[in-house]
C-alpha cells in the first residue's frame, strides 16, 4: 500500500482537477508563510513549474477577488503577512533606538505573535487560526526584501556583555585619565519613552479609557532625551520629541515653544532622530556646556558619552558647530547601557517614579479643592500642557546626587562620598498613598509595573498605530 495521500493531492489527481483561485491564493500563502515548492507539488499533486508559475502570477492572483458565494480564506493571507512585515521593521527600529541587539530566532517570534494578533483582528475568523511558522526561508526573505543587518544569528551577543562592559570601563577610564577630565567634564545623554497620560492598569480610569471607540495610547506617547555631567550638577535642557508639532493645548494656554524648559520637536512616530538630536547638540548642549565651563573656570574641553542608537550619528564631532569644537564623543559598546549608562543606573526609572507622583498629586489637588471629578479631569483637564509642567517638576526633583551616583559603575572615582543614598521607595510610597486618597485601590508593585511599562515593547496595536 502506498502512502496516504492528502485531499489536495487526491483533487489534483485523476481528471488533473482545475486548479481554483481559491487554491492559487492558498499555494501563495502557504509559499509566504514558509513552504517550499517541492513540498507544494507533493501536496497538491502539481508538477513543480505549475506551482512556480501559480507563485510568478502572485500579483496577479491576489488582485483577483474570489467566486461570489465562496467564503475567502483570511487566516494566513498575503496582506496579513506584508502587515506582520511592516510591523516588525517598525518594531526593529524600535529596538534599535533603545539600543537593543535582536537575535534571528527573537525576531522570528515576534513576527508569530504579531500574526497570530492580526489573524484575531480579522472580520469574520473563527476557530484555530493557521499556523504562520517564520521559517528560516522566511526570515531570509524578509531580510532580503527589508535590508535589515546587524542581526545576530543566535544568542552569542548576550555572553560577551559582560566582557564588553569590562573591556570598555578600562578604555573609558584610560581616555578620562590621559585627557585629564573632571567630572563636571564629562556627560551622558539618553533617550526614553513616556506614555505621559497613563494611570496603573487596574484603575478604573485605565479600563474605561480601553473601552472608547478610536482610543489610540500611542497619541499619548512622547521621547525625552535628557542630560547630565558626571559631578551632577549640571542638568541640560532636555529634547522632547512629540507627535504634533502645535497641539491644541498650545492654542488654548497661549505657550511659546522657546520659553518651554525642554526642546520642543515633533514628528509622526514620537522618535529622536539625527536630525533632531545634531539640533539639539548645537542649539541646548552645545550652548550651556560652554556656558558652565566659562562660569566655572574649568578647561574649555567636554566629552559627551553615549550609546550607539541610529539617531547618535557617529561622526557627530563634524555635524557640531565650530564654537563647539571643544567637544569630543565616546560610542558605549552594543548590549551594555544596561551595565554601565549612567542615564540607565536609576535616573531615568526615578525621573518617571517623580513623574507618576506628580501626576497623582495634580489629580489629587484637582480633586480635592474644586467640584471636578477625577473622571472629568482626565477627560477635559489634563493636556500635554500639563505634562510639561509635571515633567519640569519631575527632572527638577533628580538629585545631583542621584546624578553622581549613577556614575559608580563606569567611573567609581568620580562620586562623592556620602555616608548614605537618598531611599527612593518612598516616592513610591507616596504616590500609592496619594492614590488611595482618592479611591484608587494601587500598590507599590502597580506603581513599579507601570514605570517599567514606559520602557515595555510596544503592543501590535501601538505598532499598528504607529
Not at 487596574?202 to 482610543?215: D, M, N, S, V, W
Not at 529622536?272 to 566659562?294: E, I, S
Not at 559608580?408 to 510610597?429: G, H, I, K, M
Amino acid at each position: 500500500m502506498g502512502p496516504k495521500k492528502t485531499a489536495a493531492a487526491e483533487a489534483g489527481e485523476g481528471k488533473k482537477a482545475k486548479v481554483t483561485l481559491e487554491m492559487k491564493k492558498e499555494i501563495i500563502r502557504k509559499h509566504d508563510g514558509g513552504m517550499s515548492v517541492t513540498d507544494l507539488a507533493r501536496e497538491y499533486g502539481r508538477n513543480p513549474s505549475t506551482i512556480g508559475t501559480i507563485l510568478k502570477m502572485r500579483e496577479k492572483i491576489l488582485a483577483t477577488d474570489a467566486a461570489k458565494g465562496v467564503t475567502r480564506i483570511v487566516k494566513n493571507c498575503p496582506a496579513v503577512l506584508e502587515e506582520v512585515e511592516k510591523l516588525l521593521l517598525i518594531w526593529l527600529e524600535e529596538k534599535q533606538r533603545a539600543g537593543d541587539t535582536v537575535t534571528e530566532a527573537v525576531i522570528c517570534e515576534k513576527a508569530k505573535a504579531l500574526h497570530t494578533d492580526l489573524v484575531w483582528e480579522q472580520p469574520g475568523t473563527s476557530g484555530e487560526p493557521e499556523v504562520f511558522k517564520a521559517s528560516r526561508g522566511w526570515f531570509d526573505r524578509f531580510k532580503t526584501r527589508s535590508g535589515i543587518h546587524n542581526v545576530v544569528r543566535h544568542g552569542e551577543a548576550a555572553s560577551s556583555d559582560v566582557s564588553a562592559a569590562g573591556d570598555f570601563a578600562a578604555e573609558f577610564l584610560e581616555v578620562v585619565k590621559t585627557e585629564g577630565y573632571f567630572p563636571q567634564q564629562v556627560f551622558n545623554c539618553d533617550e526614553t519613552g513616556l506614555f505621559w497620560k497613563r494611570m496603573p492598569k487596574r484603575t478604573f480610569i485605565t479600563q474605561e479609557e480601553a473601552k472608547l471607540p478610536g482610543h489610540k495610547p500611542m497619541k499619548d506617547r512622547l521621547t525625552l532625551l535628557f542630560c547630565a555631567n558626571g559631578s551632577g550638577d549640571l542638568k541640560i535642557k532636555p529634547l522632547l520629541v512629540y507627535h504634533s508639532e502645535n497641539p491644541r493645548a498650545f492654542k488654548k494656554h497661549k505657550v511659546d515653544k522657546e520659553q518651554l524648559s525642554v526642546m520642543w520637536r515633533s514628528n509622526s512616530k514620537a522618535w529622536v532622530t539625527r536630525v533632531l538630536f545634531v539640533d539639539w547638540v548645537n542649539l541646548a548642549f552645545g550652548p550651556a556646556v560652554k556656558q558652565y565651563l566659562l562660569d566655572n573656570d574649568l578647561p574649555l574641553k567636554a566629552l559627551l558619552l553615549m550609546d550607539n542608537a541610529p539617531a547618535h550619528p557617529k561622526g557627530l564631532e563634524e555635524d557640531l558647530l565650530e564654537e563647539f569644537s571643544f567637544i569630543s564623543i565616546m560610542f558605549l559598546p552594543p548590549n551594555t547601557t544596561p551595565l554601565l549608562q549612567p542615564m540607565d543606573q536609576q535616573v531615568i526609572a526615578n525621573f518617571k517614579k517623580l513623574y507618576t507622583k506628580e501626576l497623582f498629586r495634580r489629580c489629587f489637588e484637582v480633586t480635592d479643592c474644586t467640584t471636578i471629578t477625577l473622571r472629568e479631569f482626565w477627560k477635559d483637564h489634563f493636556d500635554i500642557v500639563t505634562c510639561l509642567k509635571m515633567i519640569t517638576t519631575a527632572w527638577n526633583g533628580i538629585s545631583q546626587r542621584n546624578l553622581n551616583c549613577a556614575w559608580r559603575s563606569l567611573w567609581p572615582d568620580c562620586v562623592a562620598p556620602s555616608d548614605s543614598d537618598a531611599p527612593e521607595s518612598t516616592v513610591v510610597q507616596d504616590i500609592v498613598a496619594l492614590g488611595r486618597t482618592m479611591g484608587l485601590e494601587v500598590t507599590e508593585e502597580d506603581i513599579s509595573e507601570l514605570v517599567e511599562e514606559h520602557d515595555h515593547e510596544l503592543t501590535t496595536q501601538e505598532l499598528v498605530e504607529l
